[in-house]
Nanobody, 119 residues
Framework: QVQLVESGGGLVQPGGSLRLSCAAS????????MGWYRQAPGKERELVAT?????TNYVDSVKGRFTISRDNAKNCYLQMNSLKPEDTAVYYC???????????????WGQGTQVTVSS
Protein backbone atom coordinates (compact mmCIF):
# COMPACT_ATOMS: atom_id res chain seq x y z
CA GLN A 1 0.00 0.00 0.00
CA VAL A 2 1.01 3.57 -0.66
CA GLN A 3 0.14 6.55 1.48
CA LEU A 4 0.47 10.24 0.75
CA VAL A 5 0.12 12.38 3.84
CA GLU A 6 -0.19 16.16 3.60
CA SER A 7 0.56 18.65 6.34
CA GLY A 8 1.09 22.35 6.77
CA GLY A 9 -2.35 23.77 6.07
CA GLY A 10 -4.02 26.31 8.29
CA LEU A 11 -5.43 29.80 8.61
CA VAL A 12 -3.34 32.69 7.31
CA GLN A 13 -3.99 36.36 6.62
CA PRO A 14 -3.93 37.72 3.07
CA GLY A 15 -0.35 38.31 1.99
CA GLY A 16 0.94 35.60 4.30
CA SER A 17 2.75 32.36 3.55
CA LEU A 18 2.30 28.66 4.15
CA ARG A 19 4.38 25.63 3.25
CA LEU A 20 2.58 22.40 2.49
CA SER A 21 4.35 19.08 2.75
CA CYS A 22 3.49 15.70 1.26
CA ALA A 23 5.20 12.56 2.47
CA ALA A 24 4.94 9.37 0.42
CA SER A 25 5.40 6.01 2.12
CA UNK A 26 4.83 2.33 1.46
CA UNK A 27 6.18 -0.26 -0.95
CA UNK A 28 7.27 2.34 -3.42
CA UNK A 29 9.41 1.32 -6.35
CA UNK A 30 9.36 4.51 -8.38
CA UNK A 31 7.69 7.90 -8.23
CA UNK A 32 7.05 9.83 -11.41
CA UNK A 33 5.28 13.16 -11.43
CA MET A 34 4.02 14.66 -8.21
CA GLY A 35 1.71 17.58 -7.86
CA TRP A 36 -0.71 19.63 -5.84
CA TYR A 37 -4.37 20.14 -6.59
CA ARG A 38 -6.98 22.15 -4.77
CA GLN A 39 -10.73 22.21 -4.43
CA ALA A 40 -12.68 25.17 -3.18
CA PRO A 41 -16.29 24.85 -1.94
CA GLY A 42 -18.66 24.47 -4.85
CA LYS A 43 -15.86 24.21 -7.39
CA GLU A 44 -14.14 21.40 -9.23
CA ARG A 45 -10.72 20.19 -8.20
CA GLU A 46 -8.04 22.05 -10.14
CA LEU A 47 -4.37 21.52 -10.80
CA VAL A 48 -2.12 23.93 -8.90
CA ALA A 49 1.40 22.74 -9.68
CA THR A 50 3.30 19.67 -10.83
CA UNK A 51 6.91 18.57 -10.89
CA UNK A 52 8.55 15.77 -12.83
CA UNK A 53 12.16 15.20 -13.68
CA UNK A 54 13.08 18.70 -12.62
CA UNK A 55 10.40 20.33 -14.72
CA THR A 56 7.63 22.30 -13.05
CA ASN A 57 4.26 23.52 -14.18
CA TYR A 58 1.86 25.97 -12.52
CA VAL A 59 -1.65 27.18 -13.05
CA ASP A 60 -1.56 30.82 -14.13
CA SER A 61 -3.24 32.09 -10.98
CA VAL A 62 -0.34 30.99 -8.75
CA LYS A 63 2.66 31.70 -10.99
CA GLY A 64 5.20 33.84 -9.21
CA ARG A 65 3.65 33.14 -5.81
CA PHE A 66 3.81 29.36 -5.35
CA THR A 67 6.82 27.09 -5.70
CA ILE A 68 6.71 23.31 -5.92
CA SER A 69 9.72 21.22 -4.96
CA ARG A 70 10.79 17.69 -4.09
CA ASP A 71 13.51 16.13 -2.00
CA ASN A 72 14.88 12.57 -1.97
CA ALA A 73 12.18 11.83 -4.56
CA LYS A 74 9.56 10.84 -1.94
CA ASN A 75 8.54 14.17 -0.42
CA CYS A 76 6.91 17.04 -2.19
CA TYR A 77 6.40 20.60 -1.00
CA LEU A 78 4.37 23.62 -1.99
CA GLN A 79 5.65 26.98 -0.79
CA MET A 80 2.81 29.45 -1.00
CA ASN A 81 3.57 33.17 -0.70
CA SER A 82 1.45 36.27 -1.11
CA LEU A 83 -1.65 34.25 -0.36
CA LYS A 84 -5.02 35.58 -1.42
CA PRO A 85 -8.53 34.78 -0.18
CA GLU A 86 -9.20 33.03 -3.49
CA ASP A 87 -6.47 30.52 -2.62
CA THR A 88 -8.74 29.16 0.09
CA ALA A 89 -9.34 25.48 -0.63
CA VAL A 90 -8.55 21.95 0.40
CA TYR A 91 -5.15 21.12 -1.08
CA TYR A 92 -4.42 17.58 -2.20
CA CYS A 93 -1.12 15.92 -2.97
CA UNK A 94 -1.00 13.63 -5.99
CA UNK A 95 1.70 11.19 -7.03
CA UNK A 96 2.17 8.80 -9.94
CA UNK A 97 3.68 5.83 -8.18
CA UNK A 98 4.78 2.32 -9.12
CA UNK A 99 5.03 -0.21 -6.33
CA UNK A 100 6.94 -3.43 -5.81
CA UNK A 101 3.62 -5.23 -6.12
CA UNK A 102 2.49 -3.49 -9.29
CA UNK A 103 5.27 -2.07 -11.42
CA UNK A 104 3.20 0.44 -13.33
CA UNK A 105 2.45 4.04 -12.49
CA UNK A 106 -0.86 4.64 -10.76
CA UNK A 107 -2.24 7.86 -9.34
CA UNK A 108 -2.41 8.15 -5.57
CA TRP A 109 -3.97 10.94 -3.54
CA GLY A 110 -3.54 12.29 -0.07
CA GLN A 111 -6.43 13.07 2.25
CA GLY A 112 -6.15 16.82 1.78
CA THR A 113 -5.22 19.73 4.00
CA GLN A 114 -7.32 22.86 4.47
CA VAL A 115 -5.85 26.24 3.58
CA THR A 116 -7.89 29.27 4.59
CA VAL A 117 -6.81 32.78 3.69
CA SER A 118 -8.80 35.35 5.62
CA SER A 119 -8.37 38.45 7.71
Amino acid sequence: QVQLVESGGGLVQPGGSLRLSCAASGRILRIGAMGWYRQAPGKERELVATTNGGRTNYVDSVKGRFTISRDNAKNCYLQMNSLKPEDTAVYYCNGNIATYDFNRFQAYWGQGTQVTVSS
